[in-house]
């Protein structure tokens, strides 16, 4: 297939992300601005950095400037809880922790029970609701600063809908339908949240920026038509890549096929077999061939899980692209090798998911940010 597609909703085929770049109106996130990220937190970048598993950017270099010249900005992400999280879901936490951490800001997590009630037909209200609680304790394990940190529900933090009110105002049908694609089928309530979900980009007067998956941008494209004439920032994003599921490159991991995903809270020893059991290789069809012919790391997903985010050696992650290619490698050993390195994650994780159970109260209600939150009135050019 060389045709592909991206929304909020479904990711199909090979993704060109080049071309994602034009058509969504997007910059490359150049050496040049990485560079200055190593630079002005004085560190080493994290690999889905240096590997550019984020690739893509609005108006990032103007987050930097307003880093430099002491304006700040702040951090917001978000999880649609319709069920588990995989590994997929939570590589955009990862790097919003890490910005976090060394930028020292502000960080609001959104999760959105209502729109996952409103698009998914099979879920209830308690269904949504009790996967939000269960993807905040995947969340707080990642280890992000419950002071700096306000994460909430869109059902429990109704001054949300406050917020949405003059922002529903600003977009039209037409424009939300050109973005979304909606029809004369579509729930009214699907039809709002757009505005929903742009809320937290005013949560304070300083730049706003999201770390995602390229998927959520349409949203951000909308909110940046919008944003200045509320007094407010057009929000800046950083976009990821998306991990592939275990059976191909195609498309994404996605949690409506839960044999293409490894989920966070999967028993390990089960993790293991599933990757055993269905993960396509770029191996050939013999081991003779193999030997002669060598693989192609560029067709497999081991080596694309390992290159994301599970090989952090970027001597040892080359070692294994030359000895893959000359066939000195078998499939096995390196799934083998992947399997390790996933389960050791997942017993980390899951030890830290435990812990997080104590921390749900401080990240939704008690925490600095989080009471800050709650109590704040609504900013000026939204009381409308
Ligand atoms: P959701 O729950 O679909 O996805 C949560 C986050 O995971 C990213 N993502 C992936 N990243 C890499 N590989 C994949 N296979 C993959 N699948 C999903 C998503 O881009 C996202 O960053 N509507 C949103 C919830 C939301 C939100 C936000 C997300 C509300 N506000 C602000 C990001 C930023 C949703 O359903 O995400």
């Known amino acids: 297939m060389d045709e592909f597609k991206v929304t909020p909703w479904d990711v199909e085929g090979l993704v060109d992300y080049n071309k994602l770049i034009e058509e969504f109106g997007t910059s490359p996130l150049t050496d040049e601005l990485l560079e200055k990220t190593a630079q002005l937190t004085k560190s080493e970048l994290p690999l889905y950095f240096r590997r550019r598993f984020f690739f893509s950017h609005r108006d990032y270099d103007k987050v930097l400037q307003d880093y430099e010249s002491g304006k700040g900005f702040f951090l917001y992400t978000g999880r649609g809880p319709s069920g588990p999280m995989h590994i997929g879901h939570i590589i955009p936490f990862f790097a919003t922790k890490w910005l976090q951490e060394k930028f020292k800001v502000n960080l609001y997590i959104q999760i959105t029970d209502d729109e996952k009630f409103l698009f998914k037909d099979k879920l209830t209200f308690e269904d949504t609701r009790y996967w939000a609680y269960q993807n905040i304790l995947d969340i707080i394990a990642v280890g992000f600063d419950p002071d700096r940190t306000f994460i909430f529900q869109d059902s429990e933090f109704t001054q949300i809908y406050e917020m949405a009110i003059p922002i529903a105002k600003k ?13 004369e089928q579509s729930k009214i309530g699907m ?3 757009p505005a929903i979900q742009a809320a937290p980009t005013f949560f304070e007067k300083k730049r706003c920026l999201i770390p995602a998956a390229i998927d959520q ?11 200045e004439s509320l007094g407010y920032y057009k929000t800046a994003a950083l976009h990821s890549k998306f991990v592939p599921g275990l059976m191909g490159l195609e498309g994404k991991m996605s949690a409506s096929k839960p044999e293409t995903a ?22 050939q069809p013999t081991l003779k061939e193999q030997r002669e012919k060598g693989g192609n790391p560029e ?31 078998t499939c096995g050993e390196c799934k ?27 990240f939704k209600y008690t925490g600095e940010l989080a009471r800050e939150q709650w109590e704040r009135s609504i900013p000026e050019p939204l009381k409308g």
């Open 217 to 227: 941008d349409p949203y951000w494209r909308l909110q940046r038509d919008f944003a």
């Open 262 to 283: 490894v989920y966070l809270t999967d028993d390990p020893e089960e993790a293991g077999k599933k990757i055993w059991k269905y993960t396509l290789t770029g191996g």
């Open 171 to 183: 977009i039209n049908f037409s424009m939300a339908r050109a973005v979304f694609g909606f029809t």
């Open 299 to 329: 067709k497999c997903v081991v080596f694309k899980w390992l290159e994301i985010f599970f090989e952090e050696d970027d001597k040892k992650l080359m070692e294994r692209y030359h000895a893959c290619k000359a066939g000195e490698l």
């Open 191 to 193: 039809i709002f949240y």
């Open 336 to 362: 083998r090798y992947l399997i390790k390195k996933v389960q050791e994650f997942l017993i980390d994780h899951q030890k830290k998911r435990k812990e997080a159970e104590k921390q749900v109260e401080k």
